[in-house]
């Protein structure tokens, strides 16, 4: 029993197997191994010892509550539903019971009866309700109420880590990852065993950018109950994040083996193994997710999202049959509505494709933040700041290393291309699109909270200029290997190009252009995992691309030669041209594999990961031609940026 509290629930039921040895109609033995096996998240192997237990002792309530909890798990639900009951008239006061007959009755699909039973365990523990009321409130978005009734838990038993869990979510509901930080670490040292708050924990840490901690908080947590899917997921999740592919594909499996009904791991190992080029068995793992969740539309999107994957008929025709009829969540019907447009663009029916798109970003565009006259204001705060005369001031007083190859310019204009030609060099590292310029931003504008970026870089002494460019080799030393160069193919650094010219000198810069209707309808109808809210509404994207042009000619005006423009149609009509121009600007001599980059094996997180383990091709060049008539609108906002380009 202190082994289960204690948290070592795999302990504790190998103790009682082996005891059980020896007394084998113990039905004390048999309730409490029963139980470490629900602990461990082992409900198919803990009936057996509960069914034992409840046919040799039928009055004992707590082996038929376990035992009708193992059938619930199990989806067993009218013997769950038979056993509970039993239990219930056993035990008349206990509130526990109670709720899990409640889940069983929901599950059943008998609302009335559970909510019934669920006032009573509720009135049998008040603050068991109140938990599940505070869990209620902040589900709906009622924040303030949910920390309301948390703290009053809390002024009454200060040790209800329940409630400081709650707390810690509402913390994150406002960013304030510090202080959920605090509540989680206070709740696990009164409940070392509360691995819910662990994996919470290793949440936490990751939305801090201190990705070392998640994974070791998520690796505790696996420690700490090695049977439970979700830990070995989030671990898997964790270890991806920092790069380390194949422990994160075992832990993935590890996952899996312990229990196949995992969706979300699925998916997860879908989008690892397509990162790794393995993308066979990737379309295996997302077809494993789409059986166990039929509607589970994000799995639809990265099988589009693969871009060289294509539906079926009948496939396609599923998922209409899926938005005509099914009841599916907002962001199921979004991640769908993107499936279908992808599929009609592939089948050559463009009008409906486009239609389908733009439901799907109308249906988009309310659920992100994006304020376009905000995005104006602050570039031309920077262009202000960052003035020929502030830059030739601070001029050679950044860090000297020239490791760094930032590739900046609008999503979907060709950067990964560029990336996987660089990091097919022998000193080139590719690494991915890192936040870490935005990290460097953050940190600076905290060190003046009374004057943000970009007007705190006027406050920078001469040695600060280095400092930042240091502090951003060290940020993204966890993404290198040994090689002397690697990329930062982030686009959304193209506000920055200022401060990374005078926090790294010796950086190569390249903007990736594409034409401008390419570029603006690739990212319209691109569903982007996060970042880019600009990018689901046409006008907005229209004017987002003019203030990104109109950022580039100043950098150009007060940086002269400073950034390369790179344009994917010049390299695909002369690949070796502009790779030899790409190569000379990072000052790297010629290497033959660079023009085979799709031979190269590494892994690619971006959209693109898929096309650039082809050979160039013209295929992608004015593909907005399609969409002509449904692109007037952004045609018309961006005017004369479509001079010199393709008609």
Not at 164 to 180: D, I, M, Q
Not at 406 to 419: A, D, N, Q, W, Y
């Amino acid at each position: 029993m202190d082994l289960l509290h204690g948290g070592d629930a795999a302990a504790a039921a190998a103790i009682c197997g082996t005891a059980l040895l020896a007394a084998p109609d113990n039905v004390d033995l048999l309730t409490l191994r029963g139980v470490a096996l629900l602990a461990c998240r082992r409900p198919r192997d803990a009936l057996e010892p509960l069914q034992r237990a409840v046919e040799r002792a039928p009055r004992f309530a707590r082996a038929r509550e376990n035992y009708g909890q193992a059938l619930l798990q199990t989806a067993r639900l009218r013997e769950s539903v038979e056993q509970l009951q039993e239990a219930a008239r056993l035990d008349p006061r206990s509130e526990t019971v109670r709720m899990k007959l409640g889940h069983a009755l929901a599950s059943l699909g008998a609302g009335e009866e559970a909510d019934a039973v669920f006032e009573q365990a509720f009135g049998l523990a008040p603050d068991r309700g109140l938990l599940a009321e505070a869990g209620e409130h902040l589900r709906e978005g009622r924040v303030q109420e949910c920390e309301r009734i948390c703290r009053e838990l809390l002024a009454r038993r200060p040790d209800e880590v329940n409630a400081l869990r709650l707390l810690a979510k509402v913390a994150g509901e406002s960013e304030r990852w510090g202080r959920a930080e605090r509540l989680l670490l206070r709740a696990l040292e009164r409940a070392p065993g509360f691995h819910d708050a662990r994996l919470d924990l290793s949440r936490v840490y990751k939305q801090q950018d201190r990705l070392e901690d998640a994974v070791r908080s998520a690796a505790e947590a696996v420690d700490g109950n090695p049977h439970n899917p979700n830990a070995h997921y989030l671990h898997a999740s964790m270890l991806a994040l920092t790069g380390r592919y194949q422990e994160a594909l075992a832990a993935y499996r590890r996952a899996l083996d312990i229990s196949a009904f995992h969706p979300a791991a699925w998916v997860g190992m879908g989008h690892l193994l397509k990162t790794l080029g393995r993308t066979e068995e990737g379309i295996e793992a997302y077809r494993r997710a789409i059986e166990q969740r039929p509607n589970f539309g994000e799995v639809y999107w990265s099988l589009a999202n693969l871009k060289t994957f294509r539906f079926s008929a009948g496939e396609i025709a599923d998922i209409e049959r899926r938005l005509a009829e099914e009841p599916l969540d907002e962001d199921a019907r979004v991640h769908f509505l993107f499936t279908l447009g992808k599929a009609r663009e592939d089948q050559g029916e463009y009008a409906r494709a486009f239609g389908a798109y733009a439901e799907a970003c109308a249906l988009q565009r309310p659920r992100v933040a994006y304020d376009p006259v905000e995005t104006e204001v602050i570039n031309e705060r920077i262009r202000n700041v960052f003035s020929a005369d502030f830059l030739a001031r601070n001029a050679g007083l950044g860090c000297m290393d020239p490791a760094p190859i930032f590739v900046v310019g609008l999503p979907r204009s060709g950067s990964t291309l560029i990336e996987q030609i660089l990091a097919s060099h022998s000193q080139v590292e590719g690494t991915a699109e890192l936040p870490d310029v935005g990290r460097v931003i953050a940190a600076l504008s905290a060190r003046h909270p009374g004057e943000a970026y970009p007007e705190a870089a006027r406050r920078l002494e001469a040695s600060g200029w280095r400092e930042l460019g240091e502090s951003y080799l060290e940020r993204t030393r966890r993404h290198r290997g040994g090689l002397p160069f690697f990329t930062d193919k982030n686009p959304n650094n193209f506000p920055s190009v200022g401060l990374i010219h005078l926090m790294l000198p010796n950086a190569k810069i390249i903007d990736a252009r594409r034409h401008p209707l390419d570029s603006c309808f690739g990212s319209f109808k691109q569903h982007f995992a996060h970042g880019q809210a600009f990018s689901y509404d046409l006008v907005e994207i229209g004017e987002y691309f003019l203030e990104y042009r109109r950022m580039m000619r100043h950098w150009q005006a007060v940086l002269p030669g400073r950034v390369l423009e790179l344009r994917y149609e010049d390299l695909v009509r002369d690949q070796e041209g502009q790779t030899r121009r790409l190569l000379a600007h990072c000052g790297l001599p010629w290497e033959d594999a660079c023009l085979r980059f799709h031979e190269t094996e590494r892994p690619v997180r971006t959209a693109s990961s898929e096309q650039v383990r082809l050979p160039i091709y013209s295929s992608s060049v004015n593909h907005w031609r399609h969409f002509r008539a449904e692109l007037a609108p952004l045609i018309e906002i961006l005017g004369e940026e479509l001079d010199g380009w393709d008609p």
